[in-house]
């Protein structure tokens, strides 16, 4: 009992010499990052609320499959339009460059075991050994630095794909200027064959743009309890779009410019990319969450921010509507046309004629007027992939509260919205249709959305 009281008073000491002058008081846990509700570069707040999700009139196709039900979704942010052949090009470039930087630095470590470049390491590097992994301060280096450099960067294959790559040097892509054999041999084996090239041309071999990632399987986790590792799951994409749904998607049509120079034109930069798998639009979610939290951790006292991803079929119905129940269309009214007779979005008005709404194919994103939340083309255009899996239940299934049935094992995924091949039953905000998670199309594309945190309420 002695022993008892002498550790209770111990405790106390120690609690009270750790005291930050809260006076003995519940004062809570303040975190030292600051946080701000920052709307992010592109995208349009989402406010919330209930809705009456379906159809909600006479439903032409007989589909049955979207029956009337009031749901509510969280606050969220999307992006005001689709992403576009330039935001994803930034993400094929970056796939590139980290692809392309790490053979040079593996090549520059072999070259370095022997020979003249072994002696043009460090402040002497230059040729392929300017491309070498990213080098640590061992003097001045942190005490976890250390521990990270002596138990894994070091250990050889298998764990040394964890080294640093050196992002500093740029990168030389005009084979004139490549500084030495080593480099020569790491671009040549990333190009196309000189007798696969048309007109003796060689292009990037798209083969190798593959981005790897990691995600964890939340639900899966929470509802078996099972060991963490269990539910971490590593998936390896090909990040570059099907250029030719141009082709395939079509027969008997001649659509070989836009096979050609849909995705690599700069007169194409700001239409929205196409040719892209539900599987890489997630991954496209990821490396940009990646992107903007590695800033954020770069500025040490900023907060990370909650990942991007493609929305649930509940939360595209709501903003697609822009805060107007009931209304057939993201613009509300019954017509497709203004009271000018002008179209409202890119669609097919009549049979064969697409080009009756001054487009034959798509549009720049950002075109026609946004409906009453800032979004353009949430009708028209392309259709966009959703987080939501396809079941004809679904309605039934989900719950009132941010409903989102996501069967893993379904490969049909929900796709909104309508395109410009499509008639304008598929533009209404409440129609529904799917495609393969697996399956790339000239008339699918995405946009992502990002949880909005807390709740502002001034009385």
């Not at 000189?194 to 593959?210: Q, S, V, W, Y």
């Not at 796709?415 to 699918?444: H, M, P, Q």
Request: net charge negative; glycine share 8%; proline share 4%.
């Amino acid at each position: 009992m002695k022993k008892i009281t002498v550790l209770a008073l111990l405790a106390s000491i120690i609690y009270s010499c750790g005291s930050s002058g809260d006076r003995g008081e519940l004062v809570g846990v303040k975190s030292k990052r600051k946080w701000f509700a920052e709307k992010p570069y592109g995208m349009a707040k989402i406010p919330g609320g209930s809705f009456t999700m379906g159809k909600q009139d006479e439903d032409p196709m007989g589909a049955m499959n979207a029956p009337t039900k009031t749901v509510t979704v969280q606050p969220f942010y999307m992006d005001e339009t689709e992403i576009t052949n330039s935001e994803y090009k930034a993400f094929v470039h970056w796939v590139r460059d980290s692809i392309t930087r790490t053979k040079l630095a593996y090549q520059a470590e072999f070259a370095s075991l022997g020979g003249e470049d072994a002696a043009n390491t460090g402040k002497n590097a230059q040729g392929i050994q300017l491309y070498a992994f990213a080098s640590k301060d061992t003097v001045n280096e942190t005490p976890y630095d250390k521990y990270m450099r002596e138990n894994y960067y070091e250990l050889g294959e298998g764990l040394d794909s964890l080294k640093p790559l050196n992002w500093e040097e740029e990168l030389i892509w005009d084979s004139q200027e490549y500084p030495d054999a080593d480099y020569v041999e790491v671009m040549d084996s990333l190009y196309i064959r000189k007798d696969e090239a048309l007109n003796g041309i060689r292009t990037f071999n798209t083969k190798l743009l593959n981005y790897r990632y990691y995600w964890f399987d939340n639900e899966a986790a929470a509802r078996t309890g099972k060991n963490r590792r269990d539910f971490l799951k590593d998936e390896v994409i090909n990040v570059y779009p099907d250029t030719t749904v141009w082709i395939k998607d079509f027969n008997y049509s001649y659509n070989d410019p836009m096979h050609q120079e849909y995705f690599g034109h700069k007169a194409y930069e700001n239409y929205p990319v196409v040719g892209v798998t539900w599987n890489q639009a997630k991954a496209f979610c990821h490396w940009r969450t990646q992107t903007k939290n590695n800033f954020q951790r770069s500025r040490k006292k900023l907060g990370l921010v909650p990942a991007f991803r493609l929305p649930t079929e509940a939360e595209w119905e709501y903003a697609a509507r822009g805060g107007l129940d009931y209304g057939k269309y993201p613009w509300g009214g019954p017509s497709t046309t203004s009271d000018r007779g002008c179209f409202l979005a890119n669609f097919k008005p009549v049979r064969g004629d697409y080009a009756a709404d001054g487009a034959l194919y798509t549009v720049e994103a950002m075109s026609y007027n946004p409906n009453e939340y800032g979004l353009f083309n949430m009708a028209g255009n392309v259709s966009e992939w959703t987080n939501t899996a396809y079941n004809q239940m679904s309605y039934y299934m989900g719950s009132t509260m941010n409903p989102n049935v996501e069967i893993k094992e379904n490969r049909r995924k929900i796709i909104r919205g309508g395109s410009w091949k499509d008639v304008a039953y598929f533009l209404e905000v409440s129609s529904r249709d799917w495609e393969y998670a697996d399956t790339a199309r000239s008339y699918i594309g995405f946009r992502t959305v990002q949880d909005y945190l807390g709740t502002n309420k001034s009385n």
